[in-house]
Protein backbone atom coordinates (compact mmCIF):
# COMPACT_ATOMS: atom_id res chain seq x y z
CA UNK A 1 0.00 0.00 0.00
CA UNK A 2 1.21 3.38 -0.80
CA UNK A 3 1.78 5.27 2.55
CA UNK A 4 2.37 8.80 0.41
CA UNK A 5 -1.55 8.96 0.17
CA UNK A 6 -2.29 8.76 4.01
CA UNK A 7 -3.21 12.85 5.26
CA UNK A 8 -0.99 13.47 8.04
CA UNK A 9 -1.97 15.94 10.43
CA UNK A 10 0.06 18.52 11.76
CA UNK A 11 -0.14 21.48 14.18
CA UNK A 12 1.17 24.03 12.17
CA UNK A 13 2.30 27.69 13.26
CA UNK A 14 2.67 30.44 11.08
CA UNK A 15 3.69 34.76 11.53
CA UNK A 16 2.82 37.40 9.11
CA UNK A 17 5.20 39.59 10.38
CA UNK A 18 5.38 42.53 7.72
CA UNK A 19 4.36 40.47 4.45
CA UNK A 20 1.99 42.66 2.29
CA UNK A 21 0.01 39.68 0.81
CA UNK A 22 -0.80 36.22 1.47
CA UNK A 23 1.48 34.28 -1.00
CA UNK A 24 3.59 32.76 1.33
CA UNK A 25 0.05 31.52 3.39
CA UNK A 26 -1.70 30.48 0.49
CA UNK A 27 1.03 28.29 -0.74
CA UNK A 28 1.38 27.09 3.12
CA UNK A 29 -2.61 25.80 2.79
CA UNK A 30 -2.07 23.92 -0.28
CA UNK A 31 0.92 22.30 0.72
CA UNK A 32 -0.24 21.34 3.82
CA UNK A 33 -3.58 21.01 2.99
CA UNK A 34 -4.75 23.08 5.95
CA UNK A 35 -8.41 22.82 6.94
CA UNK A 36 -8.18 25.12 10.17
CA UNK A 37 -6.30 28.95 10.40
CA UNK A 38 -6.76 29.51 14.09
CA UNK A 39 -5.99 33.33 15.04
CA UNK A 40 -4.02 33.47 18.06
CA UNK A 41 -3.77 36.96 18.76
CA UNK A 42 -5.36 39.09 21.64
CA UNK A 43 -6.73 41.19 19.17
CA UNK A 44 -7.02 40.81 15.38
CA UNK A 45 -5.82 43.53 14.03
CA UNK A 46 -2.84 44.77 12.58
CA UNK A 47 -0.47 47.59 10.57
CA UNK A 48 -1.93 46.02 7.36
CA UNK A 49 -5.44 45.78 6.72
CA UNK A 50 -5.16 42.98 5.09
CA UNK A 51 -4.39 41.44 8.22
CA UNK A 52 -7.16 42.17 10.05
CA UNK A 53 -8.73 39.02 11.28
CA UNK A 54 -12.25 39.96 8.98
CA UNK A 55 -9.56 40.25 5.94
CA UNK A 56 -8.37 36.60 6.74
CA UNK A 57 -11.46 35.14 7.26
CA UNK A 58 -13.04 36.49 4.22
CA UNK A 59 -9.62 35.04 2.25
CA UNK A 60 -10.19 31.66 4.19
CA UNK A 61 -13.54 31.34 3.24
CA UNK A 62 -12.09 31.92 -0.83
CA UNK A 63 -9.65 28.82 0.26
CA UNK A 64 -12.11 26.67 1.53
CA UNK A 65 -10.56 26.71 4.80
CA UNK A 66 -12.21 27.41 8.22
CA UNK A 67 -10.87 30.55 10.18
CA UNK A 68 -11.63 31.15 14.08
CA UNK A 69 -10.59 33.83 16.23
CA UNK A 70 -9.46 32.40 19.51
CA UNK A 71 -8.60 35.66 21.22
CA UNK A 72 -8.10 33.80 24.77
CA UNK A 73 -5.56 32.26 23.58
CA UNK A 74 -3.43 35.66 22.54
CA UNK A 75 -1.18 37.20 24.65
CA UNK A 76 -1.03 39.40 27.29
CA UNK A 77 2.53 39.35 29.03
CA UNK A 78 4.53 41.62 26.52
CA UNK A 79 6.83 38.93 25.86
CA UNK A 80 7.13 35.73 24.15
CA UNK A 81 5.90 34.01 27.40
CA UNK A 82 2.07 32.75 26.69
CA UNK A 83 -0.18 34.39 28.98
CA UNK A 84 -3.59 34.30 28.02
CA UNK A 85 -6.41 37.00 28.89
CA UNK A 86 -8.28 34.32 30.01
CA UNK A 87 -6.44 31.11 31.15
CA UNK A 88 -9.82 29.24 32.32
CA UNK A 89 -11.45 29.91 28.80
CA UNK A 90 -7.81 29.30 26.97
CA UNK A 91 -7.74 25.94 28.59
CA UNK A 92 -11.29 25.22 27.09
CA UNK A 93 -10.14 26.33 23.63
CA UNK A 94 -7.42 24.06 23.58
CA UNK A 95 -9.30 21.21 24.54
CA UNK A 96 -12.02 21.96 21.27
CA UNK A 97 -9.02 22.99 19.27
CA UNK A 98 -7.41 19.20 20.05
CA UNK A 99 -10.90 17.62 18.80
CA UNK A 100 -11.12 19.39 15.96
CA UNK A 101 -6.90 18.85 15.38
CA UNK A 102 -7.52 14.81 15.78
CA UNK A 103 -8.05 14.53 12.17
CA UNK A 104 -7.09 17.52 10.47
CA UNK A 105 -4.41 20.24 9.83
CA UNK A 106 -4.74 23.17 12.30
CA UNK A 107 -2.44 26.38 11.32
CA UNK A 108 -1.86 29.30 14.59
CA UNK A 109 -1.63 32.26 13.31
CA UNK A 110 0.07 35.35 14.86
CA UNK A 111 1.59 38.65 13.79
CA UNK A 112 5.39 37.96 15.13
CA UNK A 113 7.51 36.35 11.90
CA UNK A 114 9.96 34.48 14.28
CA UNK A 115 8.64 31.96 15.78
CA UNK A 116 11.41 32.20 18.44
CA UNK A 117 9.74 35.36 19.60
CA UNK A 118 6.25 34.62 19.51
CA UNK A 119 4.06 33.08 22.18
CA UNK A 120 2.51 30.18 19.28
CA UNK A 121 4.91 28.16 20.00
CA UNK A 122 4.23 27.91 23.39
CA UNK A 123 0.18 27.93 22.76
CA UNK A 124 1.45 24.99 20.25
CA UNK A 125 2.80 22.83 22.70
CA UNK A 126 0.10 22.81 24.71
CA UNK A 127 -1.88 21.53 21.57
CA UNK A 128 0.72 19.04 21.18
CA UNK A 129 0.17 17.70 24.56
CA UNK A 130 -3.64 16.84 23.61
CA UNK A 131 -3.26 15.74 20.41
CA UNK A 132 0.46 14.42 20.31
CA UNK A 133 0.96 15.60 16.83
CA UNK A 134 3.70 16.96 15.58
CA UNK A 135 4.41 20.74 15.35
CA UNK A 136 6.20 22.17 12.40
CA UNK A 137 6.74 26.28 12.39
CA UNK A 138 6.61 28.04 8.91
CA UNK A 139 8.42 30.90 7.81
Not at 22 to 51: C, G
Amino acid sequence: MNNTSIHQSFILTFGYGNRSNYDTLLNYIKEFKIDFLIDVREKPRAWSRKWYGDQIEKFCHEQGIEYLSETTLGNVSGTSHWVSPDPEKADQVLQDIAQKAKSKTILLLCAEMDYHRCHRVEVAEELKKLTHQPIKHLK
